[in-house]
């Protein structure tokens, strides 16, 4: 396609996200018995057998199937001590110092652990992947969108969403989503199970096995899962959607890390809550949008010079930002950002591969891309 600098830029635009997860759920369980039941209860089949050989044995021999437990936040008042920089007039002074560090640094803040008898943490989601990423949401210039869909459906036809589809299935197999629960945890297993209509198929994974730095392997599982997104995100197939059991085995009664809440209004009442974590009507929860930034950690196409070394897969974001080190690594100055990009793109200009999948990707997440009329 020729590309076309006087289309007309579209000041009103905007597209859906296509990949949709809710609200993990969070539970306590113990590794072998959570996993088998729930290995039951996913085989209908199996579940009946169980169910019927059950039936069939005396009262006092018969095994009830074991129960995860939705877990609870816990709200814990202690006595902190002072451990922040001080001013250097404390610090030159020993007895102010010793003043100081005598005052109480009292807290209120929710917490969330296993229970003594629960060796693993069981997270739960859903994932819906939708099509039609080549029409926007909102586009207020016909021109504009006829360009842009002109090279959507190119890449759709070359590429199929096959690269950002295994990304996707590796980011759900090595259960990047767990964030902080994945640290320290003995053995990680995640569980994929398409549920549309008619279809019951299934895959367990090893999340250990996986490298959280790279996406180059040929796992014929996560190519299995990977070829059902693409189809989903091609178009293929109107929908995909996916349940994700994963299970982290961290140690009895150990701290689990559900979503923090932002508090906007902490008010200077030392009697208020200093951490708010997430809860779904009272079973601890995980934010959608941790969980989304999580399986779109895809992009490992930025810039990488001395002053921005590879740090690994980054979110996919229009500035490439990394919010826990301040750092954007798409700058407009490198025209490596996304509407530089995605401008060319749209009208018809040349991009590399990994800038179509960079491009591709963002549109997969979603968001309001409409050009300034002020510049």
């Known amino acids: 396609m020729a590309k076309t600098d006087k289309i007309a830029a579209a000041t009103v635009l905007a597209f859906e996200k296509k990949l949709v997860p809710s609200d993990g759920r969070l539970y306590g369980t113990r590794w072998e018995e959570g996993r088998t039941t729930d290995a039951l209860r996913?085989?209908?089949?199996?579940l009946k057998k169980y169910f019927d050989e059950q039936a069939r044995k005396p009262e006092e021999e018969k095994v009830p199937l074991f129960q995860s437990l939705p877990l609870k936040?816990?709200?814990?008042?202690v006595r902190g001590t002072i451990s922040n920089r001080l001013k250097?007039?404390?610090q030159d002074d020993p007895a102010k110092l010793d003043a100081e560090v005598e005052k109480p640094n009292l807290q209120t803040v929710d917490s969330c652990a296993l229970g003594s008898e629960h060796d693993t943490l069981k997270l739960s989601f859903t994932l819906k992947v939708l099509s039609g990423v080549e029409k926007p949401s909102a586009c207020n210039s016909a021109e504009f969108a006829a360009s842009y869909q002109q090279a959507a459906d190119a890449y759709i036809?070359?590429?199929?969403?096959k690269e950002l589809a295994k990304r996707y299935a590796t980011n759900l197999a090595n259960a990047r989503f767990l964030w902080r629960n994945r640290v320290g945890a003995e053995r990680i297993e995640v569980v994929v199970s398409v549920r549309n209509e008619g279809q019951q198929t299934a895959w367990t994974f090893?999340?250990?096995?996986?490298?959280?730095?790279?996406?180059?392997?040929?796992?014929?599982?996560?190519?299995?899962l990977a070829d059902k997104i693409a189809a989903a995100l091609s178009g293929q197939t109107e929908f995909l959607l996916l349940t994700v059991d994963a299970y982290a085995q961290v140690g009895q009664a150990q701290d689990v890390y559900?979503?923090?809440?932002?508090?906007?209004?902490?008010?200077?009442?030392?009697?208020?809550?200093?951490?708010?974590?997430y809860h779904i009507d009272g079973v601890a929860g995980m934010h959608s949008q941790k969980i989304g930034?999580?399986?779109?950690?895809?992009?490992?196409?930025?810039?990488?010079?001395?002053?921005s070394p590879y740090i690994g897969p980054i979110a996919v974001e229009p500035y490439g930002a990394v919010t826990n080190l301040g750092k954007a690594f798409r700058t407009p100055k490198a025209k490596a950002d996304f509407y530089t990009l995605f401008d060319r793109f749209a009208r018809g200009g040349e991009l590399s591969q990994t800038e179509q999948h960079y491009v591709m990707a963002v549109l997969v997440r979603g968001g309001?891309?409409?050009?300034?009329?002020?510049d």
């Open 258 to 277: 559900p979503s923090e809440e932002l508090v906007l209004d902490k008010g200077n009442s030392k009697s208020k809550k200093s951490k708010i974590l």
């Open 88 to 90: 250097k007039a404390l």
């Open 368 to 374: 309001v891309f409409g050009e300034s009329g002020k």
């Open 42 to 46: 996913r085989n209908p089949e199996l």
């Open 73 to 77: 936040l816990q709200e814990k008042s």
């Open 293 to 307: 930034n999580a399986l779109r950690s895809i992009d490992t196409w930025y810039p990488v010079d001395e002053d």
């Open 206 to 224: 090893d999340s250990k096995a996986f490298n959280l730095k790279d996406f180059d392997h040929n796992h014929s599982d996560v190519a299995a």
């Open 157 to 161: 036809q070359a590429e199929g969403f």
